[in-house]
């Protein structure tokens, strides 16, 4: 709390100790006290008051800062607002410091459960990553069998092992997002070199579902992960082949673009179009959300979707600053948009 603003709580009580001094200096003039001497007494009351305010202001200063830095602070801020209030500066004086202890105690409880929790979050992702890489062994010897022995067996497992490596790489890259920032590595790379390579890890999909490929302006260079950011264009494509319906054609189109050329505000867009079902009104604000699979995801024939695939894409570039947008009639398929900052080099 600031200083202005604890005088201004103190406002009724300085108004009252300030009538005080206005009746202590008349009924000392009226018993003939000289001038020099009122003023004497009331600079004195006055300083007194400024003392006692002072010794009361100046403990509690270093408490009220911290209480208004945990009113401002925000979820996934470092410190957190636990962690600001198990620092607190302490006020104890008489019955107040039993509040203090109890507080403290509550404090340190919750303190303690945070640390349980975060701990179990920490051992649960690892044992996730752990486990996703040790299944990718069975399933790469599995995919080289059906290689090594084609027919129209081998034909229909193939593609079961390509969907069950990629819900692996789903779980691997859900379990390492709360961390990206420690295995994030920016470089410069071309649009084209995003898309190419998630196109061709999935071209066994994109072959069964009939689609067409077409690609524009994707000599755009961009700066980031290609690791994490071919995920997300991989989740996109997964969406629009999951999604594309019944169409006599179906086609999916990556285009990219460059926005507000030569500018301050340069970036780089990316835009994944398909000409599927697309999203109905209602369901397109909340496809971002964790676990949400909308009227299309209750469709029998797509009852195998998870609601993760776009929550990833989003959380992944909220924390990799790029943009992601999505845009749909309903009717006549969706639209994609991943726009990238463009990073000058020095």
Not at 69 to 92: E, K, M, Q, V, Y
Not at 94 to 112: S, T
Not at 192 to 220: H, K
């Amino acid at each position: 709390m600031e200083f202005l603003r604890f005088l201004r709580s103190k406002l009724p009580g300085l108004a009252l100790y300030g009538v005080a001094l206005f009746v202590v200096a008349g009924l000392l003039r009226l018993v003939g006290t000289p001038r020099d001497m009122v003023y004497l007494v009331l600079v004195t009351l006055a300083a007194v008051e400024a003392g006692r305010l002072a010794m009361e202001y100046l403990p509690s200063a270093g408490f009220w800062r911290r209480v208004s830095l945990i009113g401002r602070a925000h979820p996934g801020d470092t410190p957190n607002a636990l962690d600001l209030a198990c620092d607190l500066p302490s006020l104890r004086s008489g019955r107040a410091a039993l509040v203090d202890d109890a507080v403290d105690a509550l404090l340190a409880q919750a303190d303690a459960d945070a640390a349980a929790v975060r701990a179990d979050s920490a051992e649960y992702r690892a044992f996730i990553e752990r486990w996703s890489h040790e299944v990718k062994t069975p399933v790469a010897a599995a995919s080289l069998i059906v290689q090594a022995n084609p027919g129209p067996v081998s034909g229909r497992i193939a593609p079961e092992l390509q969907r069950i490596e990629d819900y692996v790489d789903q779980a691997l890259f859900f379990a390492r997002s709360y961390t990206v920032d420690r295995d994030y590595v920016v470089r410069e790379t071309t649009l084209g070199e995003l898309v190419r390579d998630a196109v061709r890890a999935r071209a066994t999909l994109i072959q069964e579902s009939g689609v067409s490929v077409s690609f524009d302006g994707l000599d755009q260079p961009v700066y980031c992960d290609p690791k994490w950011c071919g995920f997300i264009v991989g989740q996109l494509v997964d969406n629009a082949c999951k999604y594309m319906g019944a169409e006599e054609s179906p086609c999916l189109s990556f285009t990219g673009r460059r926005l507000a050329a030569g500018g301050s505000a340069e970036r780089v867009e990316l835009t994944v179009a398909d000409n599927g079902v697309g999203i109905a009104p209602q369901d397109l604000p909340r496809v971002w959300d964790k676990g949400f699979v909308g009227s299309n995801g209750r469709d029998l024939a797509r009852s195998n979707s998870t609601g993760i695939g776009l929550f990833l894409v989003r959380d992944l570039c909220r924390k990799m600053g790029v943009e992601a947008s999505v845009f749909s009639d309903g009717e006549s398929g969706t639209e994609f948009h991943l726009v990238f900052p463009m990073v000058q080099r020095g």
